[in-house]
């Protein structure tokens, strides 16, 4: 990801997902996530939810929300995520399963 903008409540990142590949399922205690797509195609969990988001939509993920992100496309997918909350550490996630061993 690249780091656009940090606040004292918020961040905004830009994610890139490379083709056929997806972030760890997880969860966070202390921040919110609203994720945009900008281009291709994301497939993804919130909550119970499992859907597709093209490019220009967008999904809300409260806090405590089990969350993921894949693309399983051949194409690019980039993100813009706003995070908001009163903390908002790389270490306030809570990893349910992860294709690169993180905990």
Known sequence: YDSIEIGVHFQVKKLHINPHCKLSLQMHH???EHWVVVSGT???INGESLFTLEEGSSTYIPM???HSLE???D????IIEVQSGLYLGEDDIVRYEDDYGRV
């Open 30 to 32: 202390k921040r919110a």
């Open 42 to 44: 994301a497939s993804v």
């Open 64 to 66: 405590k929300t089990i």
């Open 71 to 73: 693309n399983k496309t």
């Open 75 to 78: 194409k690019k997918l980039e």
